[in-house]
């Protein structure tokens, strides 16, 4: 089994710090005593083209290795992070001999200044300089950084943002424990701030698979840093092949907007989220399950399927192979009645009937209980009959047939 944790890293980072101490401002705990002096400005790098896709001037391709999708701005930022140092740990699934990152400002109201970035502690530019400004709503690509970077392991990107700006654009519930770093000492975080995407410089990988999907696909219910999500699973299983992105969401939606903080819907953000991911030739939809249960609840199975099929449209229209999951099963969880299960069984009749995607992977399942098949098995229940632990992830992880990925169409030079 590929090693799925970064402890050893992390421990390191942190030798000689201070005890743990209690939680303060913006989810975070105490770590450490005061953060280390700043890297020495970095040496001349060769300056890539903004185009979040571009090749490198090398050989190669960019190909995504990590993404977060932005979900909103951070509550009670309004000046941002001023003085403030993020250091964002990610887990990669493919390696590659170069690195660039895409910083994200899109729920800032003002321009964000970013400086003293790095890739686990290599400097990074943009077009040269070692500080950028980044407009209120956008985002910016970094130079390649020539770093090796591992498959299956923890990657640190680290900022600094010196100027009052806000909101900070963030994912909360990462299940992967970031730090922030003040003049008081390094607390830690579940939060992934600024940082959206993570790609690499590959001769290996023949592109990235794109999972678009709500808390099932970003993974709640998993143990924290144990990369435990189906996706972490999945990118262990094709073994280099393909990079993984993973752009769930907790709360997202097909249809419309929730009551809940789960983001743009599905059909609104496949443009951000998939089609923009360097590489990207697969996109595994899964979603649909909160229009079933969450408030406003959808009764109308048609109107889910529609929406899902026209996104498979969208995506054929970039070039993209769509793979659809099956809606899991929930009864026990608050929201469940007979009604609304029959939605979700209406919708995985469609999808199984092979109408609305190029393939389907069946979620359902693979974790039904045979013996109640509209509850999931004890042995894969978090506790609250919707989510799922982490034996359940990795029954969904193992569920996807390798083949149809393997099969999807090869992307054109221009999308690389």
């Known amino acids: 089994m590929p090693r799925r944790q970064g402890y050893a890293l992390l421990i390191a980072l942190m030798a000689g710090t201070a005890a743990l101490a209690a939680a303060v401002a913006f989810g975070t705990t105490l770590l450490s005593g005061p953060r280390s002096p700043a890297p020495p400005p970095p040496a001349e790098t060769q300056a890539a083209a903004r185009n979040p896709v571009a090749p490198a001037a090398s050989g190669g391709k960019w190909v995504a290795t990590w993404t977060a999708a932005p979900v909103r701005g951070e509550p009670n930022t309004p000046n941002g992070l001023p003085g403030r140092t993020i250091r964002n740990v990610v887990h990669t699934s493919i390696g590659g001999d170069a690195a660039r990152i895409t910083l994200s400002n899109l729920f800032g109201t003002v321009p964000l200044v970013v400086d003293q970035v790095t890739v686990n502690t290599r400097p990074v530019t943009f077009r040269g300089a070692r500080a950028v400004t980044i407009a209120a709503g956008g985002q910016v690509v970094s130079d390649p950084v020539v770093v090796p970077v591992a498959a299956d392991s923890d990657l640190q990107v680290s900022l600094r943002t010196p100027e009052p700006s806000g909101p900070v654009t963030y994912h909360p519930n990462t299940h992967q424990t970031s730090y922030l770093i003040d003049e008081r000492g390094t607390w830690s975080t579940t939060h992934w701030r600024y940082l959206t995407a993570v790609d690499v410089r590959s001769e290996r990988a023949l592109g990235a698979i794109v999972a678009l999907g709500d808390s099932l696909t970003a993974g709640s219910g998993s143990t924290t840093d144990a990369n435990a999500r189906w996706t972490d699973v999945l990118a262990d299983r094709l073994a280099g092949r393909h990079g993984v992105a993973n752009a769930g969401i907790a709360g997202n939606r ?60 969208r995506a054929h229209a970039r070039g993209l192979t769509v793979v659809g999951a099956t809606l899991t099963p929930f009864e026990g969880f608050a929201t469940w009645t007979p009604e609304r299960n029959a939605v979700r069984l209406a919708v995985n009749e469609q999808i199984r009937a092979g109408t609305v995607f190029d393939a389907y992977v069946d ?9 109640a098949p509209n509850r999931m098995l004890a042995v894969y229940d978090s506790g609250d009959h919707l989510h799922f632990n982490d034996a359940g992830y990795r029954a969904l992880g193992d569920r996807v047939d390798l083949r149809t990925v393997d099969r999807a169409r090869a992307p054109r030079s221009d999308e690389l």
């Open 363 to 371: 979620f359902d399942e693979a974790v039904r209980d045979p013996a």
């Open 254 to 313: 097909i249809v419309g907007l929730g009551r809940g903080t789960g983001g743009l819907p599905g059909t609104e953000r496949l443009d951000r989220d998939v089609l923009s991911v360097a590489g990207a030739r697969t996109v595994i939809v899964a979603l649909g399950i909160n229009d079933v249960q969450q408030t406003p609840q959808e009764p109308d199975p048609q109107r889910i399927v529609d929406s899902l099929r026209s996104l498979t449209e």
